[in-house]
């Protein structure tokens, strides 16, 4: 149920329960008060006339003058709440009645004998004119004898319309106030929506529970504070990085705990981006931005990352991991060999230096000559000779398909994009063969790359350990790795590059036998199409395209 539903409801309740209360309360005590202000004025012009001394005279004479009948007559048309006045002697019969046939009968009710014994007193009975409240009064005269009494008296009907515009007056005041408590609540419930951005509160309570999870879900660390500079908000990941994992900073000022931060400056409005903080032994990249309501600002925020984490996923995603790797395998190798060749000479086995100098010419070109000769990304090439090196220092055959061949500048993928991807792709199928148990099997990588202007196609198969079908599918997680914990990040970044470039990856692999990747690209990079089709067709020497190199990091590493 809504909230102006929940509150009008509930004011419905809480008013109509305290109007039937208050007002049957007041009911009853104002009809009580009419009751007691009519027998009191019963009693008063009752009491009046008894000591009259016309009435007196009257009840002597056994009648009544006509003006003494003129001026009861004129009392009980003056007072509306008198309808009946009788005069009656000792023997009960009428001197006086409203009714004039009536006078000179009988007095009928039958309540009238404790007046004849000389007391005052209210009653209720049936009349001549219907049923009456009444009120009886002895008449004396000056001796005392007792010569009879009075009956002043108004009809019960009558009593009841009263009673009946008491409740009536009630009852509108109770509606009017339950349409004014109404009307209120739809006002409240109405301004504490807007209070509340339109939402439900049941809306707010779920949504700060999920922005609550989600803030703690992330990677970097976030710390906010407010207008005045205290703590409101600092989720799991900045616990961790600050070390205050068991500290409740919530309310507590910024400057207290953390002023390297130097929040509170920010409050200015003034946001600054990727600045180093020292804090411990961690170097922390931090940017400070105020947070604005409208025009103004009402707090500030940090955004914390660790930059070993940081400088250490950089590498990742350009590459320069890879390349580096790639280029330590070659120099080991390198100086491996030169060692070999310098103990040969050394030891005066000049014809077994030659024979191992030739035998090196053949191992390398052989090795690299479908590379130099097809990958014309010379940054990619390098890289791939690299990964060759390393694998023959770790016993394990890698070969490159001879139909490989890639342009300089993929239409498809950046060259960062393609480190990643044959860099990741290849220490992977390194890990699988590394895992086996068995020393005597082949282990065997064979790499594929081919574009052309449909599409790009790269392929890696290995005789590693293989997957099954179960973890293949878990692979499609994120953050899944067969590797433990901390590790596996590679096949992530390499998924998120596929997926960013409308790629599609696939994986066959069988436990035990090994495993095949396939990447396919069919999206042309933004730029890229214009700028292949306008591209000489003219080559050098080498296979390049005979135009000056513009790319530093390309340039480097051909270097």
Not at 119 to 132: D, I, K, M, V
Not at 135 to 145: C, E, L, V
Not at 458 to 466: C, R, S
């Given at each position: 149920?809504?909230l ?15 109007l ?38 009257a ?14 007559d ?14 009656a ?33 209210s ?21 005392g004898?007792?010569l ?46 807007r209070?509340?951005?339109?939402f439900e509160?049941y ?28 703590v ?19 309310g ?14 920010t409050?200015?409005g ?50 320069f991991?890879?390349?580096?790797d ?8 390198f ?31 052989a090795s ?17 000779m ?29 060259t ?5 991807v044959?860099g ?34 790269i392929t ?18 994120t ?10 990040t ?10 960013s ?11 035990g ?5 396939i ?13 292949r ?7 050098g020497?080498?296979?390049t ?15």
């Amino acid at each position: 149920m809504k909230l102006v539903a929940k509150m009008i409801w509930l004011d419905v309740l809480l008013v109509s329960a305290m109007l039937l209360l208050t007002v049957g309360l007041a009911a009853r005590h104002s009809v009580g008060l009419l009751e007691i202000y009519l027998v009191h004025n019963l009693n008063s012009v009752a009491r009046i006339l008894a000591t009259s001394q016309p009435i007196i005279d009257a009840l002597k004479a056994g009648e009544i003058t006509p003006e003494l009948d003129r001026y009861l007559d004129d009392i009980i048309a003056a007072d509306s709440n008198i309808d009946v006045i009788t005069l009656a002697k000792m023997d009960s019969f009428r001197i006086y009645h409203p009714v004039k046939t009536r006078i000179g009968e009988k007095f009928q009710g039958g309540d009238e004998g404790r007046s004849l014994l000389g007391e005052n007193y209210s009653s209720e009975a049936e009349g001549t004119l219907g049923f009456q409240k009444r009120y009886f009064y002895p008449i004396f005269d000056q001796d005392g004898t007792q010569l009879g009494f009075v009956h002043v008296s108004m009809l019960m009907e009558n009593l009841e319309r009263l009673r009946n515009q008491i409740l009536i007056v009630h009852l509108q005041t109770m509606v009017a106030v339950f349409l004014v408590g109404v009307v209120a609540a739809v006002f409240l419930a109405a301004n504490i929506k807007r209070s509340l951005l339109g939402f439900e509160p049941y809306q707010i309570a779920s949504s700060f529970l999920k922005r609550g999870e989600i803030m703690d879900s992330l990677e970097e660390g976030l710390l906010a504070i407010d207008e005045r500079g205290s703590v409101i908000l600092q989720n799991d990941a900045a616990s961790r990085m600050l070390e205050s994992a068991q500290k409740d900073l919530t309310g507590k000022d910024i400057d207290e705990h953390y002023p390297q931060f130097k929040l509170k400056d920010t409050l200015a409005g003034l946001k600054d981006h990727n600045r180093s903080v020292a804090l411990n032994d961690q170097v922390i990249i931090c940017d400070r931005l105020p947070i604005h309501s409208g025009n103004q600002v009402i707090g500030a925020m940090a955004i914390l990352r660790d930059r070993t984490e940081v400088t250490k996923l950089a590498e990742e995603i350009t590459g320069f991991n890879h390349v580096l790797d790639a280029l330590r395998s070659n120099t080991h190798e390198f100086m491996n060999q030169l060692h070999v060749i310098l103990g040969l000479l050394q030891s005066a086995e000049y014809e077994e230096a030659k024979r191992f100098i030739t035998q090196i010419g053949q191992v390398q070109s052989a090795s690299v000559s479908t590379v130099a000769k097809n990958i014309d990304n010379r940054v990619l090439a390098a890289l791939i000779m690299g990964k060759i090196s390393r694998c023959q220092e770790l016993g394990i055959r890698m070969t490159v398909q001879p139909h490989s061949t890639i342009p300089r500048h993929s239409l498809f993928l950046s060259t960062q994009s393609l480190l990643t991807v044959v860099g990741n792709l290849v220490e992977n199928a390194i890990e699988a063969i590394n895992a086996k148990a068995d020393p005597e099997a082949d282990d065997a990588i064979s790499l594929l790359i081919y574009e052309d202007k449909q599409s790009l196609l790269i392929t890696i198969d290995d005789t590693g350990i293989g997957l099954t079908q179960d973890e293949i599918a878990k692979m499609s997680q994120t953050g899944y790795t067969t590797k433990g914990a901390g590790r596996g990040t590679g096949l992530g970044l390499v998924r998120g590059l596929v997926q960013s470039s409308c790629g599609e990856f696939s994986i066959e692999s069988e436990k035990g036998v090994g495993t095949s990747m396939i990447l396919t690209f069919t999206t042309t990079r933004p730029g890229r199409k214009a700028a292949r089709e306008a591209e000489p067709e003219v080559k050098g020497p080498e296979g390049t395209d005979g135009t000056e190199r513009t790319d530093v990091t390309e340039g480097a590493a051909s270097a």
